[in-house]
């Protein structure tokens, strides 16, 4: 998707500009870390506002930033050095992406969507720099939140791992993987995922995604162990490191 211009946000010009060169390693993920409302352009214009006039920088610190409609906005582009990583020798290293969401706020598709593509953009212009980390990697910070981290954890921002229909990782629902063993009982916000998942692949009736683990989640994982025998393991209606591989991939019930 094309990229929205400095210009087009009213980008007021930078004081001044280091060059990012090829001692770059990848790209680091932040969020805003604050609740996220309202038109992105004129977050983004408010941020670089705030990055000159109160910090004293010389630019808005992210080298672009996404939105969750799947926007991706422009800030110093990929030449230039961030400011956002904490200490320059990180900002030599990593090249910074902003989300615009804060805590309780779910990326979507479309901005993990906006963050692959702009990682590929990235890579066009500095193709050995392949990492791809969150800024709390980094530093002792809760940036960029526990959903984008999960979802970096599951390789949804790389741009080698394209969502293609019927493979995996399509994970983009912005739950977080689960990372521990799911049954009837359970809740969380991994319970969502699961649930996202089944409807994804087919579930009947569709299941509510309300992160609780019920009869229901429990009859429709089950049958989806049915169908993948024997590689799911026993019919136990458990989530597994098995049942979630099958979870993970592909988008219908078949394999
Ligand atoms: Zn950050």
New binding site residues.
């Given amino acids: 998707m094309k990229t929205i211009k400095r210009h087009e946000w009213g980008a007021r010009a930078p004081r001044n500009r280091t060059p990012l060169t090829n001692s770059v390693r990848g790209v680091?993920l932040?969020?805003v870390?604050v609740k996220v409302t309202g038109d992105p352009l004129k977050i983004v214009k408010g941020i670089q506002t705030y990055h000159q006039d109160t910090r004293g920088w010389f630019d808005i610190a992210y080298n672009v930033a996404c939105s969750q409609d799947g926007r991706a906005i422009e800030c110093r582009g990929w030449r230039t050095r961030s400011g956002?990583?904490g200490s320059s020798k990180l900002n030599r290293q990593y090249a910074?992406i902003l989300c615009l969401i804060g805590p309780d706020q779910k990326p979507t598709d479309e901005m993990v969507d906006a963050v692959r593509d702009q990682i590929a953009s990235f890579r066009r212009v500095f193709p050995k720099a392949t990492e791809i980390v969150a800024?709390g990697d980094l530093q002792a910070?809760a940036?960029?939140g526990g959903d984008l981290k999960a979802l970096l954890e599951i390789g949804a921002f790389d741009p080698a791992n394209p969502p293609k229909h019927g493979e995996a990782p399509v994970v983009s629902s912005g739950y977080p993987l689960p990372s521990r063993i799911l049954k009837r009982g359970s809740s969380g916000d991994d319970v969502r995922w699961v649930q996202h998942r089944l409807n994804i692949k087919g579930a009947k009736p569709r299941l509510v995604v309300d992160g609780i683990f019920g009869p229901r989640s429990m009859r429709a994982i089950k049958k989806l162990q049915k169908n993948n025998q024997p590689e799911a393991g026993p019919i136990d209606g458990i989530v597994g490191p098995k049942t979630l591989k099958i979870l993970r991939r592909g988008s219908t019930w078949q394999k």
């Fill in positions: 680091a932040h969020w870390g956002a990583n910074a800024h910070t940036c960029p």
